[in-house]
């Protein structure tokens, strides 16, 4: 049989291929982004809105929920019970002193005693909270905690950040921290909390701060600390060193059965946000509400997410998962069943290769044709497919070249 007219087919279909060809061309240039990666414990926790998976006799979630981005998780299996927007990037407010915690505490001795010096408090935001340290004056590293925890207290912070190597070293190390722990959505810029530029995190990573400080049993305590005395000035008369009381800003500690802590939050740009771990019957769970409509509806959230949460833990399928600490190499774990991990939620998948290609239909059978071997086209057969993929420019030429897509 004459090859002519299987020549004027594949020519025919190279032609028809040229567009789509050229369209292919400029998705992948090389200026061109890669495809967003999966979002971090699932792919539901990616997507925009409320994610949850009621089973038969699953109560409905508290209705009119305000918060921008809010997250129920189990602590003890890291599974993601609901959650709305727990990826979006937000300011974080004092939340971010959760990470300041579960980085620095761990490196000091409780009783050991600290002179501040006055460098050391200054330089902070105004406006700050603060829990009244004075400089030459000695304060024990937990009087500094409950500073933290209880008051809030940006001067603790830098004081501790001080005798960590300074505020730079305190946030790169809290940045490290951050990415150790797979919090991807997390900028740090000061160890406070403070509103800066770019300082950004979300429910999701507020989240794994908080689960992961619950490990340590300082962390515990002080999260768990209602009020406190805090020493004070000495004074002039007696030589004798004074106190003063400090409470736990956390307005539902003491208030919400079974309450452990862990932190709130407030400030101009972040509004509201908040950090509740509760136990009941066995269970913990972790709420983090971020930027809802009023100061007082971080806690009435916090609190009617909670009461769903331990209604429905067994009665909802996870809809996404906290993961664990990476690895030294920085891959993220398979999922366990145990804690960091849930059985039966699947792992994000493989970020796509930015270099993968996959051919459009009718490219495919221009290159299945030439991938055929047909030996019946010749030189001539071949030069009049070249020409025909050149009128569409290298685009096509090269694809043609390269007869099969790269693999990634």
């Known amino acids: 049989m004459p090859k002519r007219p299987k020549l004027a ?12 060809l050229a369209a292919r061309a400029a998705v992948a240039a090389p200026h061109e982004p890669p495809p967003p990666a999966a979002a971090i414990g699932g792919e539901r926790l990616g997507l925009s809105g409320v994610q949850v998976a009621p089973q038969a006799g699953a109560p409905a ?25 727990p990826h979006r990037r937000l300011a974080p ?14 490196k000091f001795d409780r009783n050991l005693v600290h002179k501040v010096a006055d460098a050391e408090i200054q330089g902070i935001g105004a ?52 990415d150790a722990l797979q919090a991807k959505d997390t900028k740090v810029v000061s160890p406070d909390g403070y509103d800066m530029d770019g300082q950004l995190s979300s429910a999701y990573d507020l989240t794994l701060f908080a689960r992961a400080g619950l490990r340590n049993p300082d962390f515990r305590m002080y999260c ?14 007696t030589g004798q060193r004074g106190s003063f009381g400090i409470a736990n800003t956390d307005r539902l500690l003491g208030k919400y059965p079974g309450l452990i802590g862990v932190k709130n ?29 009023t100061y007082q509806k971080v806690y009435d959230e916090t ?16 809809v996404g998962r906290l993961v664990d ?67 569409g420019g290298a685009g096509g030429l090269f694809l043609l070249r390269r007869r099969r897509p790269s693999s990634g």
């Open 9 to 20: 087919h594949l020519i025919a279909a190279c032609v028809a291929a040229l567009p789509l």
């Open 61 to 85: 979630l508290p209705a009119g929920l305000t918060g921008q981005s809010w997250i129920v998780a189990d602590a003890t299996s890291g599974e993601v019970l609901a959650a709305s927007n």
């Open 93 to 106: 407010a004092s939340t971010l002193k959760i990470l300041f915690a579960d980085t620095v505490l761990p």
């Open 127 to 178: 406006g700050s909270s603060l829990v009244g340290i004075k400089e030459d004056l000695e304060y024990k590293v937990e009087d500094l905690w409950r500073g933290v925890f209880l008051s809030s207290g940006n001067d603790a912070v830098h004081v501790l950040s001080h005798m960590n190597g300074g505020v730079p070293q305190t946030v790169a190390e809290m940045q490290a921290r951050a």
């Open 224 to 237: 768990a600390t209602r009020d406190a005395l805090f020493p004070g000035a000495v004074d002039k008369n």
């Open 265 to 293: 939050g407030f400030t101009t740009e972040a509004g509201s946000t908040f950090v509740g771990a509760a136990e009941r019957d066995g269970r913990t769970l972790l709420v983090t509400v971020m930027h809802p409509s």
């Open 303 to 318: 609190a009617a997410l909670l009461d769903w949460g331990f209604a429905a833990a067994d009665k909802v399928t996870p």
């Open 325 to 391: 600490e990476a690895p030294a190499g920085g891959a993220e774990p398979a999922p366990t069943g145990q804690a960091g991990g849930t059985a039966g939620v699947p792992a994000p998948p493989p970020h796509p290769s930015p270099t993968a290609t996959t051919a459009p239909p009718a490219a495919a059978a221009a290159m299945t044709a030439a991938d055929a071997g047909d030996d019946g086209l010749g030189p001539a057969g071949w030069t009049a497919v070249t020409v025909a993929l050149a009128a």
